[in-house]
């Protein structure tokens, strides 16, 4: 798919906020309405943007995920098409420092060749900072000051403890390259929000920036439930959130679970307000574009209605995430677009927004998505595919096939958004004609420059 440059490269550059959110489903924003959740300032980025209703993620859980929206690759192409975690935390497994420090999610992470976002925008002059869930690796060589960012306070894995900072015994806070248990105690989701608002503040009208701000909300917490002992499947802790969030959910939700993960994402909706008024309160808003999406699709939140399917599927469920971009003066506001459009288009858009150079000789996955959102535009984008393990999936048009564990089926999307009506049988044509695509795209990843940490090479 070719790159497609709409830059302003005579005006001036602008500061780029990136929001991602951790398993937050499709339905959860306040202003689509099917749940109580209370989302005010999403719903206000929302209303003064554009949001999408046909957005996808490149793999149904968050490490690949989060690797595709800082390369603009697919994670069979940048390497990192699996998860970075530990399997014996499965089995309440705690870690001694000396375990994990030769564990899986110590020692892998996305190939130090590949070129992310934040080396692309420091290049480009701007000062780049990465706050929250980084999950790209935790050895030095893996960590965001290494990788293009001039700031980073966060964890390298893939999930903590939302108070102790632990994942599974292990403190997992980083200040820059350096592990830290300054903040233990605190509610995680508080700490990232004071650390975004301090680079944001420090930076504003010194020199365009860009914060790549990584939630872990509303994920589940990385830390054993009472009751877990060694050796035995996981009791799951679920999310945790502060008490005052969570009592505005009781008795407007079904459990409380439910509630807990609506108290995260109503804790996290303030985080995010907070940052959007200390951009205005700066005189940056008409400069600034903020992005937001989910990583994959949610889980544990009272189900992802009207698609089928939950976080680690192939289903739409589990690829079609939110989608939120606002940018006063350049995008329309208060637009619904349902054109077809991925997170691989993200790294492109960026390019083109700040008018910056994307590495030479590396192939990108996805567009400039602006004349898009700006309604100027068909989306370029035909087709996607995915694949996890032995799962597979791809969209072509309105067709969606897939090939899994949990199911196979083709379905049209224009009227079976749901995938409930398999038309394998009546449309052979089509689903075979799918298998091939899929394939087709597969052999390209094949034959791409190989990368770590999964690749056999």
Same mark, same amino acid.
């Given at each position: ?8 490269? =005579? ?92 564990? &899986? ?48 306070? /966060? ?13 599974? /015994? ?31 503040? =420090? ?124 940018? &006063? ?79 196979? /089926? ?39 420059? &190989? ?7």
């Amino acid at each position: 798919m070719p790159f497609v440059s709409a830059g302003f490269a =005579a005006e001036p550059k602008p500061n780029v906020i990136l929001i991602i959110s951790d398993d937050q489903g499709y339905p959860d924003l306040g202003c689509i309405g099917s749940k109580p959740l209370i989302t005010p300032n999403l719903d206000k980025l929302a209303a003064q943007g554009v949001r999408g209703t046909s957005f996808y993620v490149t793999w149904p859980a968050c490490t690949p995920s989060r690797g595709s929206v800082l390369t603009g690759r697919y994670p069979q192409r940048n390497g990192l098409y699996d998860m970075v975690r530990n399997d014996m935390v499965n089995f309440g497994h705690l870690y001694s420092p000396e375990e994990y420090a030769v564990s &899986p999610e110590m020692t892998l992470g996305l190939d130090v060749r590949e070129v992310t976002i934040g080396d692309m925008l420091k290049k480009a002059g701007y000062a780049t900072g990465c706050v929250g869930k980084w999950d790209m690796g935790q050895a030095r060589r893996y960590l965001p000051l290494q990788r293009g960012f001039d700031f980073f306070y /966060g964890h390298g894995n893939n999930g903590i403890d939302y108070y102790t900072h632990e994942r599974y /015994g292990v403190p997992s806070l980083f200040r820059g390259n350096e592990r830290t248990q300054e903040d233990k105690g605190a509610y995680v989701t508080d700490v990232f929000r004071r650390e975004a608002l301090r680079f944001v503040n =420090a930076q504003a009208g010194k020199k365009p920036f860009f914060l790549y701000l990584a939630f872990n909300a509303p994920h589940g917490a990385s830390s054993f439930g009472q009751g877990t002992e060694e050796g035995q499947k996981k009791v799951a802790e679920g999310v945790q959130a502060p008490e005052k969030y969570v009592a505005l959910y009781r008795g407007k939700v079904k459990d409380e679970k439910v509630a807990r993960y609506g108290g995260a994402l109503t804790c996290m909706d303030e985080a995010i307000g907070a940052l959007m008024e200390a951009v205005e309160k700066n005189g940056q808003k008409d400069n600034t574009l903020f992005l937001f999406l989910s990583d994959n699709g949610g889980s544990g939140n009272g189900g992802n209605s009207p698609l089928k399917g939950s976080k680690s599927m192939m289903w739409e469920g589990g690829l079609r995430v939110p989608f939120i971009a606002t940018w &006063p003066g350049k995008l329309p506001a208060g637009k619904v677009t349902d054109e077809f459009l991925t997170s691989l288009e993200l790294v492109p858009t960026l390019l083109a927004a700040t008018a910056a150079k994307g590495p030479d000789g590396v192939k990108m996955d996805g567009f400039d998505m602006l004349p898009v959102l700006r309604g100027e535009a068909k989306s370029a984008r035909t087709e996607m595919f995915w694949q996890r393990r032995s799962d597979k999936a791809a969209r072509f048009g309105n067709w969606k096939w897939l090939e899994s564990a949990r199911g196979n /089926g083709l379905y049209d999307l224009s009227t079976d958004l749901g995938e409930k009506h398999d038309l394998t049988a009546e449309k052979p044509e089509v689903a075979k004609m799918m298998r091939e695509r899929f394939a087709a795209w597969r052999a390209e990843m094949d034959a791409s420059e &190989p990368r770590g940490p999964f690749r056999d090479y």
